[in-house]
């Protein structure tokens, strides 16, 4: 069946560079991503979404990348702060949203 | 808008005791979702509500139960805890089956 997955469980940061966090999907028929943020202790909240007719959108010190050649999806987080740290999932729709694994961002002093 | 309210946050369990969970929304949205946490693993669909008065199994809905009282609320129940229910329970929710989901702060439940 489709799944979505994550290349690293665990990627550690510098604290001010920039992260990168990525996720492959299997169903070349999904037309909807997002990118998920959960702190510890809390839920999923949502950061970003991109359909599959672009290959780049940014937010607020995020932008997310989209290549369906080779299905796979990347959120990148500039500057990254203390405040970044958490579990980052991606997800996929289909006609039903499927969630990643997640990977732990740590940033470090 | 409080958005995805969950109660309780915490809660302990005897094996074979019993114990509803409640979730409520307050954005009008059509669908909501249970899901369950575990430690290393991501989220796992138990049970969602595609629409008021409809309700269908996810990815692990056995050991529990589910009713959708209203738009508003979805409650998901344990009928005879077991230990392999510990985890953190999520309830979410979406405006359609295959809208963007907001989640809930979660309730932690541990079984003894």
Known sequence: GESVGLHLPTLSVQEGDNSIINCAYSNSASDYFIWYKQESGKGPQFIIDIRSNMDKRQGQRVTVLLNKTVKHLSLQIAATQPGDSAVYFCAERDDKIIFGKGTRLHILP | ?112
């Open chain 2, 1 to 112: 808008n409080a958005g995805v309210t969950q109660t309780p946050k915490f809660q302990v369990l005897k094996t074979g005791q019993s114990m509803t969970l409640q979730c409520a929304q307050d954005m009008n949205h059509n669908s909501m979702y249970w899901y369950r946490q575990d430690p290393g693993m991501g989220l796992r669909l138990i049970y969602y509500s595609a629409s008021e008065g409809t309700t269908d199994k996810g990815e692990v809905p056995n050991g529990y139960n589910v009713s959708r009282l209203n738009k508003r609320e979805f409650s998901l129940r344990l009928e005879s805890a077991a230990p392999s229910q510990t985890s953190v329970y999520f309830c979410a929710s979406s405006e359609t089956p295959s809208a963007r989901q907001y989640f809930g702060p979660g309730t932690r439940l541990t079984v003894t």
